[in-house]
C-alpha cells in the first residue's frame, strides 16, 4: 500500500480528481446515443460485471472489477461481514443517524448532492438505495466468486462518474469546490460508513473489539478500492483512518445552508417512517448525542439533548447484547435483510394507500 501524510497540499490535490478511469468511459460512452443506451440498460438491471465488459471491451478497469487487490484478505473480509450480520439492524440505523449527515457537514462535498436535488425530492428513494447498496456489499460471499459486490459497486462507481459528467456539464457547479465527488469526498464517504459507524456503535453502548474493528475497516477498504479511490486515500489501520478522518473533518466541515437542507430532508424522511414510534424529540435527540454538539449546531438538528436516563438505558441494552452468541452469519443477516425489506414493503404499501 502507499503511504500517505493527510496534509492540505496532499488533500488540495485530491480535490481536483474524480476517477479518472471511469470518467473517461463515461465520457467515451456519452459521446454516442446508442452507446449510452446500453450502459443504461445495464445500470437498470442485473447483469454481471462480465455483461458490461462484453458490452464495452477494452476497458481494464471493467475487466479487473472482480479481481480483489493483492492485499485484500479474505479471511478479514468475511470476519468484516460477519461483524456486519451482529450488528446489522444498528448500522443501518446508523446510516440515517450518523454517517449522511456526518457527510452532509462537509459542506463542499454535500453540495453536488445539493445540486442533484433527487437526496432533496426523492428522500425516501435515495435513502433506499443507499441502504440497498450496504446490504448488498455487505453480504456474506458478496466479494467470493460470483458475489453481487463487484456489480454493485461498479454500478455506483459509474452512477458518480455520469453525475460528475452532468454537473460539469451543467454550468452551476462551482469550480472553486473542486471535481464533483472527487477523492477527498468519497474518502470522507467512506469513513463515514466505516470508522465512523464503528464510533457510533460504540456511543450506543456496543462492545467491538480491536479485531473486530480491524475487520470492519478492512471490509470497507476493500469497497472503497472498488469504488474507485486512490490507494493512497486507503487508510492501513485505524489510526490512519482516524487521521484522515480528522484531516478532512478540520478542512471540510463547516455550517452551510444546502447541508442543513439536506439534514432537514433527512431527518423528515425518518420522523415519517418512525415505525416504534419513539418520540420525534428523542430520534433528533439521539442523532445530536451521536454527532456531537458541534456537527449537531453546524447542521441545525433540533434539540433538547437525548434525556440522560434513556440514554443509559439504550446503553446498558446494548452493552449486554453484545455478550450473546455470534449466532451464523448467513442466517442473522438474512434475519436482519429480510425485516428491512418487510419494512420497506409496508412502507410502499403505506404510501400508495
Known sequence: MVKAIYNNDFLNAKRQVGDERADAFIKYVFADEGRKQQLRHWLDGKSGVAA????????????????????????LIRAGQAFFARHAPDIMTLLGLLSLPY???AADGAMVLYLSEKIRKQTTRRLH?????VWEVMAPEAFASGGNAFSEILRIRLVHA?????????????????TPINQEDMAGTNLSFSLIVVRGLRKLGVQISNAEQIAFLHLWKVVGCFSGL????????????????????????????????????????ILKVNRRKVRNSDITGLMRHLLGRDIAGMLNIPGPELPKYKLTILRAMK????FRGEGNTRHLYNQAYNAFKKQNKELQQQHLA
Open 230 to 269: 486512490d490507494e493512497d486515500l486507503l487508510p492501513e489501520n485505524g489510526k490512519m483512518a482516524t487521521q484522515l478522518d480528522s484531516a478532512i473533518k478540520k478542512r471540510q466541515f463547516k455550517i452551510s445552508a444546502h447541508g442543513q437542507e439536506l439534514t432537514k430532508s433527512l431527518i423528515a424522511h
Open 129 to 133: 438505495d443507499t441502504a440497498v447498496f
Open 103 to 105: 457527510c452532509y457537514t
Open 319 to 322: 452493552f449486554f447484547k453484545s
Open 52 to 75: 458490461l465488459n462484453a458490452m464495452f471491451p477494452g476497458f481494464g478497469f471493467i475487466a479487473a472489477a472482480t479481481d480483489l487487490p493483492a492485499w485484500a484478505d479474505k479471511k
Open 162 to 178: 455520469a453525475v460528475r459528467f452532468y454537473t460539469l456539464q451543467s454550468g452551476t457547479w462551482n469550480k472553486e469546490l473542486g
